[in-house]
């Protein structure tokens, strides 16, 4: 099973819907809040290149972007693989 992380917001509807798409695929994601926390928040503008929205989704350490960018995987049938790892 691939390793998921997820950086979110406090009442981020973007969030929420990214969180339900992967709590349906009944895997485990390590989730990092960023709301109050400046130096995680740090880390993700970093690792994502620059992008400061939220969410931003991490499998098995690779940028996949996020919300919809999760959303069109799965629309393509891409993202089964990804979590299987």
Known sequence: MA???IY???FCPYCS???ALLGSKN???E???ITLDRNARATMIERAGGRTTVPQIFIDGRHVGG???LAA???EGRLDPLLAG
Do not use: M
Request: proline residues 0%; aromatic residues 0%.
């Open 3 to 5: 390793r998921i992380e």
């Open 8 to 10: 979110t917001k406090a």
């Open 17 to 19: 819907r990214a969180l």
């Open 27 to 29: 895997v485990e994601v």
């Open 31 to 33: 989730e990092t809040d």
């Open 67 to 69: 919300s919809d960018d």
């Open 73 to 75: 995987l799965e629309r």
